[in-house]
């Protein structure tokens, strides 16, 4: 019965870490697409977020809302092959605000370089840093907590290495702030391809949980 119970857990996890994967790719390519569409935001200077102000700001509201899908998508497949312990709940609660935040960011628009300050910018900054913070905190703990997650065991070092790399964008970023002479679009694009590479990797690894399962139990029988 418990055999049973961990196959369909392990089926829900394949198929909700799919979804995240393929949520992450079609997001860098909704990213690209915006860049070529607005070569007049700097990818080293604007914020992503400048993108959702202004022509074209449809498809920045439905990459956020994407963001916001696909890392749902993952924490689903996270519990649904896993009995978490308290560290990866909390890994996993920091990683769903993550979330949750992403998607809100396409009801408050930001306040794009040399625009005047409003209530819907400063929600947009609250709501973004409480997100960053979130990811970077919680696949932190999450990869602390993967040896205990068989099928991400063998990917643990470099779960552990991508959210340990992206302290330094972060703290780069809120030194730097988003002033026109600033490289924090860059820091910010950099926190962000580490933190969508960090749930890439989970989501693939936990797409082929089964095949993991197997060479793993091969490989103790031996």
């Known amino acids: 019965m418990s055999s049973q119970a961990a196959d369909r857990g392990?089926?829900?996890?394949?198929?909700?870490?799919?979804?995240?994967?393929?949520?992450?790719l079609v997001y860098v390519l909704v990213d690209a697409v915006l860049a070529l569409l607005r070569p007049g935001l700097s990818l080293l200077h604007n914020p992503e977020s400048d993108y959702g102000v202004g022509p074209f700001f449809w498809l920045m509201d439905l990459n956020f809302l994407l963001r916001g899908a696909l890392t749902l998508c993952?924490?689903?497949?996270?519990?649904s092959?896993?009995?978490?312990?308290?560290?990866?709940?909390?890994?996993?609660?920091?990683?769903?605000?993550?979330?949750?935040?992403?998607a809100l960011l396409a009801v408050f628009p930001d306040d794009?370089?040399?625009?005047?300050?409003?209530?819907?910018?400063?929600?947009?900054?609250?709501?973004?840093?409480?997100?960053?913070?979130?990811?970077?905190?919680?696949?932190?703990?999450?990869?602390?907590?993967?040896?205990?997650?068989?099928?991400?065991?063998?990917?643990?070092?470099?779960?552990?290495?991508?959210?340990?790399?992206?302290v330094v964008p972060?703290?780069?970023?809120l030194r730097a702030g988003f002033r026109a002479e600033s490289l924090g679009g860059l820091y910010e694009r950099i926190f962000l391809a580490l933190e969508l590479a960090w749930i890439l990797v989970t989501a693939l690894t936990l797409a082929r949980g089964r095949?993991?399962?197997v060479q793993e139990g091969t490989s103790s029988a031996g």
Not at 74 to 79: C, E, F, S
Not at 135 to 147: D, E, K, M, N, Q
Not at 170 to 173: D, E, Q, S
């Open 74 to 79: 993952l924490v689903v497949a996270i519990v």
């Open 112 to 166: 794009p370089l040399g625009t005047p300050a409003t209530a819907s910018g400063a929600i947009h900054l609250v709501l973004a840093l409480l997100a960053f913070l979130g990811a970077l905190v919680g696949t932190i703990l999450l990869s602390l907590a993967a040896g205990h997650l068989p099928p991400l065991q063998g990917v643990r070092g470099r779960l552990l290495a991508l959210s340990l790399l992206a």
């Open 170 to 173: 972060l703290l780069a970023l």
């Open 81 to 102: 092959c896993w009995r978490p312990s308290p560290l990866a709940r909390l890994g996993a609660l920091l990683l769903a605000v993550w979330g949750v935040f992403s």
């Open 10 to 24: 392990l089926a829900r996890a394949r198929t909700w870490a799919r979804l995240a994967a393929a949520g992450v």
């Open 211 to 213: 095949q993991l399962e």
